[in-house]
């Protein structure tokens, strides 16, 4: 079994501070045909249109995912134990290039899809979905629960540039990777450019739950929402670090006030036992802004929250 399902180092024997930092202590491979689920870092911030540093998450990601341990508090689900899983490392980027960066991060990510695997990556910024639905979405649309403060649904900054992080989920609609009708946005509350900045969202069908919204139904009637907005189909988780509060996480490029908590964020994703599930991500931690280290074991957490579900419906496809 252990050959078989990669695990993590044994931190009863090897302290958490020590050894080498890859997500969950796993062992790093190169191969994701030996895999169910991939852990794989996009350093790379490019599609940043305000304060900058996700490219240097996935690191930061990894040192505080040490802080995990094997086993889920209160679903008990043990991923280790019932998926392969280890960091594949990081996707290939181009720091000074935008469009050549996008093809390198879906090439890498159409390896993984092609190997039958199932990609958890740790941004970088929201643009780098963009690439990651090129290489697992082509041939049908999927649906999405999305956390974040933006619906990133904006057309264009700077004078007609479609290529930022305000912009990947209309290029993903636009270029059918995601069915609209399918995707259910939690927790936008940000200022805005103009009146009509969200108005991409609700015109195309997506079910934009606002944190005004989240107050007032509460956590639980907004998991019964996103599970009836995700159905059966094949649906990807994509978590913003910014959807939650900058007092929980302050290490982000975009953060805005009066978001969710740490605990409703874990009680939302704990609600989504069960989805069918191709792949997930956690973007925007920006280290540099990250005084306390927090955003970065924030990340790690809902990163570790995604891995369990996948886990399971890993081991119930099996
Ligand atoms: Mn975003
Ligand atoms: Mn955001």
Known sequence: MAQEFPQ????????RFGAIATFMRLPHMTDPAKLDIALVGVPWDGGTTNRPGARHGPRQIRDMSAMMRRVHPTSMVAPFEIARIADLGDSPVNPIDVMDSLVRIEKCFAAI??????????????LITLPIFRAIARNRPIGMIHVDAHCDTNDTYFGGYKYTHGTPFRRAVEEG???PKRVVQIGIRAS?????????SHSSGMRVIEMQEVEKI??????AEARRVAGDGPTYISFDV?????????????????GLTTREALTLLRGLRGLNLVGGDVVEVSPPFDASGNTALVGASMMFEIMCLMAECVAKRR
């Open 8 to 15: 993590p180092i044994d931190s009863v024997l090897t302290p």
């Open 113 to 126: 899809h092609a190997a039958g695997c199932m990609p958890l990556a740790a941004g970088g910024d929201h």
């Open 177 to 179: 990777l995601l069915d």
């Open 192 to 200: 805005m450019y103009a009146k009509d900045d969200n108005d991409f």
């Open 218 to 223: 509460g956590i639980d009637a907004v998991i």
């Open 242 to 258: 910014d959807g939650l509060d900058p007092v929980f996480a302050p290490g982000t490029g975009t953060p805005e006030t009066g």
